[in-house]
């Protein structure tokens, strides 16, 4: 069974920063590339960060981009998100991802997703 379990979440002032952490099971990432999206209430997903399997090429969406730091680590078989300067429009329900194939998952079509973490960034 897969499980994609996000972790790191919380409530942090305009400004702050935020590490999310997304620890599988049952899936080796290695094989996948891996990413985050997030949504917000009333919204549609929206892309925010990928990485390919090899971590050697990364996305970002412009909105956080210079901001946020997408990483893994396979032999822990954990993404990350690193947010930095966050902002009050960050407010999200944060998901980690994975796909096969990268142009999927920067269109937010994965083959696999977790629960989501909820992040709130107060003004």
């Known amino acids: 069974q897969v499980q994609l379990v996000e972790s790191g979440g919380g409530l942090v002032q305009a400004g702050g920063s935020l590490r999310l952490s997304c620890a599988a099971s049952?899936?080796?990432?290695?094989?996948?590339?891996m990413g985050w999206f997030r949504q917000a209430p009333g919204k549609e997903r929206e892309f925010v960060a990928a990485i390919s399997w090899s971590g050697g090429s990364t996305y970002y969406a412009d909105s956080v981009k210079g901001r946020f730091t997408i990483s893994r680590d396979n032999a822990k078989n954990t993404l990350y998100l690193q947010m930095n300067t966050l902002k009050p429009e960050d407010t999200a329900v944060y998901y980690c991802a994975a796909a096969l194939e990268m142009p999927s998952l920067l269109k937010v079509i994965n083959d696999y997703r977790g629960q989501g973490t909820q992040v709130t960034v107060s003004s």
């Open positions: 049952g899936l080796s990432i290695r094989r996948y590339h």
